[in-house]
């Protein structure tokens, strides 16, 4: 019996592949491309959940936190329990979601 895994493929997204689901895609294969493996839905040891954690060549930890709501983003006041968990922290969000609040210094570790 063969053993099958994941298949990757260049394919563009599917038209269901919206919201959170786009750009935990869109930011695993950026991240792919830089040489960096991650996981989605990690949890830490605080009771907290990275929404994307990545390990890169020199052992780096990141983590990445999904926004596709303003709302979301603008009432998320948990971020900072991960900093004790990564190296670096970064935001992903929508194109739509682009906004000067994350410029903000309570949004920047």
């Known amino acids: 019996m063969p053993v099958t895994g994941p298949v990757l493929s260049d394919a563009p997204p599917s038209a269901e592949l919206h919201g959170a689901a786009a750009v935990r895609r869109g930011v695993g294969r950026l991240l792919h491309r830089n ?3 991650a996981l ?3 949890p830490l040891r605080n009771g907290r959940r990275a929404d ?3 390990l890169s ?3 780096d930890v990141i983590i990445i936190e999904i926004k596709c709501a ?3 983003l603008l009432g998320d006041a948990k971020w900072t ?3 004790d ?3 670096r922290f970064y935001w992903a969000v929508t194109p739509d979601l682009l906004c000067d609040e994350l410029h903000q210094d309570r949004f920047l570790p």
């Open 52 to 54: 994307l954690m990545g």
């Open 57 to 59: 060549k020199k052992g």
């Open 81 to 83: 329990d991960y900093l």
């Open 70 to 72: 303003r709302g979301d």
């Open 40 to 42: 989605s839905e990690i």
């Open 35 to 37: 040489d960096i493996f």
């Open 85 to 87: 968990y990564c190296d």
